[in-house]
C-alpha cells in the first residue's frame, strides 16, 4: 500500500503544494456559501468545502476522519438539498429584510467575537508545539486503530448507538409518513368498476392520447373513429390546468383520405 | 487478536432492559394491529420499568468502575439516580397514557382535511412508549457515563426523543411544533458545544475518561488554555440541558408547547439525570480545577434562581409559569452543586426525586383542568375553581406549596437540604440568595392558590375533567410523596445520604 | 519514487479520458439541428418554468433521505469493522450482529408501516 500522507514533521513540498491549492478554495467556498443568496447554491459550496476538509484530513494521516467526511457528508449535503427543496423551493432567494432590528449587526459582532477568541486562544495554545502520540496511535494503521478502540474500549457506546439510529427512523416515520387512513381506489377496483358500471363502452380501457401520425403529445385528445376527439383520453389535471390542445389541426382531412 | 471487552451484565441490565423494552415496542408498532398497540405498549413499558428497577435493586449495593470497560462506573449515586430517573418514567408513562393529548397523526398538517380524517378514525401515535423508553434509557446512562464518548452518546439518546415528542401535541399544533424545532435547533447547538468542549479536554489530558482528566489536572504541565475552554464548553452543554439562566431561554416556549405529560416527564426526568451527569463531571473529572468553575458557576446558579423567580411573577400560563419556576429549581440544584460535598450530593439526590414528583403531579393536575378548547392553561381562568372541584385544587396547592418549600412538604426538606449543604461547604452567599429567591418564588405560588380558592368564578365553561384512572394513580402517587417525604423525610433522605457516593 | 507521481498520473489520466471524449465527440458527431431537438421532450408537452408548488419537493422525501442517512451511519460503523475483522475476532462478529438487528428493528418498523412506499 502506498503511504499517502508524509511523515510527521515539517510540511513537506508535496504537502505545501496541495495546501496552497486547495486551502485558498476552501475558504473562498466557505466565504461564498456564506454570501451566496441562493440557498441551493450554498448548500453545493458548502460540500465543496466539506470534500477540500476530507482531502485535509487524509494528507494529515487521519484517514478514517477524511473516509467518514465524504461517506456522511454526501448524506448530510443531500439532506440540506432536500431541505431546501423542501422548504424554500430551488428559485427563491434569501429574504435580507431584519425581523429583529439590530439582529444582524448583533450577531455579526458575537460570531466574530467569539470566533476571533477561540482562534486567538487555541492558535496560542497549538501554534509551535510538537505534534504527540500520532505516530503511535497510527502504529497498526489509522481505521485499523480506530476500530480496536471503538470495538474493545468503547463497544458500550457503539451498541447504544444503534439506540439513536432507531429513534431517528422512528422519528422521521412519525414526523413524516401518514399512513393511508381511507384506502385508495387500486387498479382492482377500477377495473371491477369498468364492468359493473351503467355502460360497458370503457370496458376494454379508456382511449389514449394523441393524433394517430400527426401528434401524439399526451395533451392532444385522441379522436374517435367517427372523428370526434374524445375528451376522456387526457389526464383530468392537464384539462384543469388550461394545457390541453385542441385536436382539430391535427384531424386528417377528407379530401386527402378520398386520394388514397 | 484482540481480547474481547468484559462488561458487567448485572449492572448493566436495569439500562439493558429499558433498551429492549424500548425495541419490543418498536417491534410492536411495526407487527401488531392498531387497535391492540396503545394497550399492549402501556403494558409493555411499564413491566420494563418494573423489571429494570427490581434489578436496580438488586444490586443496589454493588458497585464498579468498570462496568462497561471505562465506560460506565455503578455507584451509589448512580443507582439512586437510575432508580429516580426510573420512578420518574412511572409516573410520566401512567400521564402519558391518556393518548387524548397526543396528535393522532404527527405528520398531519394542522388544520387539513387528514388531521380531521386522523381525528375521526381515532388513531393514536403509540410511538411515544418507545421513544419515552428510549429517552429513559440515554436519562439512566448519563449520570453514570464516565467517559465522554458515552457522556456524549448519553446525551443524544435522552434528547433525540424529547425532541420529537415535544411536536406531538394534539391541540395548538403549530405552537408543539414551533417548540419542538426550538428545542431541537437550540439542543442540537448545545450538543456541539459539549462535544467541543471534550474534544479540547482531550486535547488537554489526553485521556477521554473523567478519570484520566482529574489525573491530568493533578499531574500538571498540560495546556490550561484548553482545560478552561473545555471546562467552559462541557459546561454550556449541561447548563442548557439543565435550563441554567444565560441558556434558559428554551424552557418557556419548549414547556408551554409540548404535550403536557410529556413536559411533565421531561421538566422532571431530564433534570434528575442532567444534574447527575453535572454532578459527576464536576464531582470526579473536575474537582481538582475547582478554583477555574466555582466561582462562574456560582454566579450562574445566583442569576437562575434569582431569574426564575422574578419572571415567573409575569407570567398568566400555567405551564410557563412552571417552566419558570423549573429554571428557578435548577438554580437550587446549581447550588448542590457547588458545595461540592458529600452532603450537597445527597440533598441533590433527595430534591431530585422530591421536585420531579411533585412536578410530575402539578402537570397532572395541569392535563384536567379544560374547556371544549382542549386544556386551560391560562390561570386567569382558574378563577375559583377551588370551589368547583376541592379537591383537584387542593392537590394542585400541595404541589406548589412543595415547589415553593413550605414546610410539611418534600420541597422544603430538599430545599433546606441543599441550603444546609451550601452552608457546610462556606458559600453563605447561596444561602442568602437562595432563600431570598425562594421568598419571591412564594409570591406567585401562593398567588395561583389564592386565584383557585378565594376568587369568585369568572369562566363558567372551564372545568375539571373526571381523570382517567391511570392520570388519578399518577396524581395521587406524587401527592403521597410529596406529604410523606414533607412529614417524614428520614425514609429517602437517610437511603440518600447511604448512596451519596460516587466511585472513581 | 515521490509518493505523490501516482496520484498526478491517475489525475492526468482521468483528465486526458475525459478531455479525449469531449473532443472526439465534438469532432466525430454528425451535427443536424431542428427545432425538434431544441424540445425538452419530443413527445410530450413543455415544462412549465417550474413544477407545481413552487419547486418545493414533497415532504416524504424526508423520510427517504432519514432512512438513507440511518444507514450511512451504519456503514460508518462497518467499515473500521470490516477491515479489522480478523482481529476482532468472535466478540466483534457479535457487537455487530447485535448492532445491525437492532437497526434492523428500525428497518422492520419502517417497512412494516408503510414508509418504503411512495403512492
Redesign the interface.
Known sequence: M???A?EVGPTAT?EAVMFWILAPIAVAAAAGMIFAKKAVHSALLLAWVMITLAIFYIAQDAL?LG??QI??Y???V??LF??I????????SDSLVENIRGLRPASIVAAVGLGGLLVSLIGRATLGTDVVGLSAANSG?N??G???E??TKY?WA??V???L??T??????V???S??IKS?TAQRDQSIARFRGASLANAAGLPSSGVFSRH????VPALLPDGTPAPTSISKT?EARG?MLSSKPFELEEKEAEED | ??T??KLDYALLAPILIILATA?LG??V???IKQALRARLQLTISLAGIVIAFEQLYRVRNQGSSMAAITSVSIDGAGIFLQGTILVLAFVGILLIADQDHFAPQA?ALPGSIEEAAALESGRAQTEVFPLTLFAVSGMMLFPVATDFITLFVALEVLSLPLYLMAGLSRRRRLLSQEAALKYFLLGAYSSAFFLFGAALLYGYSGSLSLNGLTDAIHGGGGNDVFLLLGIAFVSVGLLFKVGAVPFHSWTPDVYQGAPTPITGFMAAATKAAAFGATMRIFYVGLDAAQWSWKPIISVIAVVTMLFGAIAAISQRDIKRILAFSSIAHAGFLLTAVVSLNQSGLAALLFYSVAYGLATLGAFGVVTLIRDSAGEVSDINRWLGLGKKSPLIAATMSLFLLSFAGIPLTSGFVGKFAIFSAAYESGNIYLVVVGVLASAIAVFFYLRIILMLFFADASNDSVSVVIPPLLTRVAIFLSAIVTILLGLAPSILFDVAQNFAYFIR | M???V??LVIGAIGFGFGAFSLIAAALTGPKRYNRAKAEAYE???QPSP?AA???????????T??????F??????L???A??FD??????LV?MF??IS??F???????????LEW?
Open positions: 502506498i503511504n499517502f508524509l508535496p478514517f473516509i467518514v461517506v456522511v454526501t448524506g448530510a443531500m439532506m432536500l431541505f427543496l423542501m422548504l424554500v423551493g430551488v428559485d427563491s494503521g481505521v485499523q480506530i476500530a480496536e471503538l470495538f463497544v457503539f451498541e448507538v444503534s439506540a439510529l432507531i431517528a427512523a422512528l422519528g422521521a416515520m414526523l413524516a409518513h399512513s393511508v385508495r401524439n403529445a399526451v395533451d392537464l394545457d | 487478536m484482540l474481547s471487552p425495541i418498536v417491534l408498532e411495526a407487527f405528520s | 515521490n509518493p505523490y501516482p496520484i413527445c410530450g408537452i417550474q408548488g413552487g419547486g418545493r419537493f414533497p415532504v416524504k422525501y424526508f423520510l433521505a432519514m432512512l438513507f442517512i440511518v450511512d451511519i451504519e456503514i460508518v460503523f467499515y473500521p469493522w477491515v479489522t482481529k476482532l475476532g468472535l466478540f466483534g457487537e447485535i448492532f437492532t437497526v428493528v428500525a428497518y422492520a418498523y419502517v417497512w412494516r408501516r408503510g414508509g403512492d
